[in-house]
């Protein structure tokens, strides 16, 4: 039984990666424009490091910046995804990998980049998770390592995406938001307020965040003809 359960909340992991395991669904195809409308965003400018967020948790920002990911890796890019949420990190368990060693290490001077880095089952994604949860995830994230960390990640990669924490709970996706190119806000349908989504687009905007666009999570097939959409 116990066995039965732990292979269950596996399979619902697993389930977060649609863009792998149905790339012709409505909602991979939906990815998929997400990539391209970024693309052309940043047609006169770089985008090599994105970050996702949202204004509180359970919005989706994790498993959007995971199968954006993904979607990029089947572009052909070598892709780099960042568990940057030290405080509740999610991103091992969904490509169901150990937590023993990550970003953490790296800031704390413990192991390199090259050494944590973790190749997955999809072609051209590496991960890296969050490793041991610091004491001072702030601190870490505003340190030179960190910049020395993703200028080594640039060297190596053509985009890397940032899983963060949600803007209104912790200042963690604000100091990402200086160190990356571009900034994606999730929302969830019937979820996030409209106040809360405002107060998360002015926290970004008061560090001089570069906002690319919001995506809208969990639409109500009903109500309209896709799960997600993407605009500024």
Do not use: W
């Not at 960190?146 to 924490?165: G, H, K, N, S, W």
Request: proline share 4%; with cysteine.
């Amino acid at each position: 039984m116990v066995r039965r359960k732990k292979q269950s909340n596996i399979n619902n992991k697993m389930r977060h990666l649609i863009t792998k395991l149905n790339p012709r669904s409505v909602v991979s195809e939906q990815y998929r424009t997400i990539r391209t409308n970024l693309q052309f965003s940043s047609v006169d400018e770089e985008l090599q490091t994105i970050m996702v967020t949202s204004s509180g948790p359970s919005e989706g920002k994790s498993m959007t910046t995971a199968n954006l990911a993904i979607v990029y890796a089947q572009q052909g890019k070598k892709v780099l995804l960042v568990d940057g949420d030290l405080r509740k990190p999610t991103v091992h368990y969904t490509f169901r990998l150990d937590n023993l060693r990550g970003m953490s290490n790296v800031l704390f001077g413990e192991s390199s980049l090259t050494d944590t880095v973790v190749p997955t089952d999809v072609e051209n994604l590496d991960v890296i998770s969050c490793g041991p949860i610091p004491p001072n995830p702030s601190e870490l994230l505003a340190s030179k390592k960190m910049l020395q960390m993703v200028e080594e990640a640039r060297q190596a990669y053509d985009i890397i995406l940032f899983d963060t924490p949600p803007v209104l709970a912790v200042t963690d996706a604000q100091i990402l938001s200086n160190i990356c190119d571009g900034a994606i806000l999730v929302v969830r349908s019937k979820q996030t307020e409209i106040e809360a989504a405002q107060k998360s687009i002015e926290a970004l905007r008061s560090v001089n965040a570069k906002i690319l666009g919001t995506v809208l999570n969990g639409k109500d097939r009903k109500e309209a003809n896709y799960y997600y959409y993407y605009g500024n």
